[in-house]
């Protein structure tokens, strides 16, 4: 018996698996978590840090290679301490989520960045560059 039927048998088999792969990826949701370890589809809220959220956000174009939420940004200025800071509020800031990370099996947005037109050039060097977001295994 020739091994040349066979082998293109596979080689088909592999051919016509590797779209319903590629489909199956597609079709997953694309989650994002952060801080407060709450992962989901376009949350209205997003906690950066301790000190540094969004909530009230609306999203655009989730599940592309970038999606953009807009909301507004409180940020404690923790000044003179975390308990007693002044906390800043700017509407109309922008949350965008790149990238795709893969944790225990589901899709998660890899990278975060917050913009916001008034920002001070400080602002922007804090909040303005591509930071890794959070993925549940990164609390386990």
């Given at each position: 018996?020739?091994?040349?039927?066979?082998?293109?048998f596979l080689?088909a088999l592999?051919?016509a698996?590797?779209?319903?792969?590629?489909a199956?990826?597609a079709d997953a949701?694309?989650?994002?978590?952060?801080?407060a370890?709450?992962?989901?589809?376009?949350?209205?809220t997003?906690?950066?840090?301790n000190t540094v959220?969004?909530?009230?956000?609306r999203?655009?174009?989730?599940?592309?290679?970038?999606?953009?939420?807009?909301g507004?940004?409180r940020?404690?200025?923790?000044?003179?301490?975390?308990a007693?800071g002044h906390v800043?509020?700017?509407?109309?800031?922008?949350?965008?989520?790149?990238?795709?990370?893969i944790?225990?099996?589901?899709?998660?947005?890899?990278?975060?960045r917050?913009l916001n037109?008034?920002f001070s050039?400080?602002d922007?060097?804090l909040y303005?560059h591509?930071?890794d977001?959070?993925?549940?295994g990164?609390f386990?």
């Amino acid at each position: 018996m020739s091994r040349k039927p066979v082998s293109c048998f596979l080689l088909a088999l592999a051919v016509a698996l590797v779209p319903a792969a590629a489909a199956a990826r597609a079709d997953a949701p694309m989650l994002l978590d952060d801080l407060a370890r709450r992962p989901s589809v376009m949350p209205s809220t997003f906690e950066a840090t301790n000190t540094v959220a969004l909530d009230g956000l609306r999203w655009s174009h989730w599940g592309s290679a970038t999606a953009t939420g807009r909301g507004t940004l409180r940020i404690n200025t923790c000044e003179p301490n975390c308990a007693e800071g002044h906390v800043r509020v700017l509407p109309d800031s922008d949350l965008q989520v790149q990238g795709v990370r893969i944790d225990q099996g589901r899709h998660y947005y890899r990278q975060y960045r917050i913009l916001n037109a008034s920002f001070s050039p400080s602002d922007r060097a804090l909040y303005s560059h591509w930071t890794d977001a959070y993925t549940p295994g990164d609390f386990a």
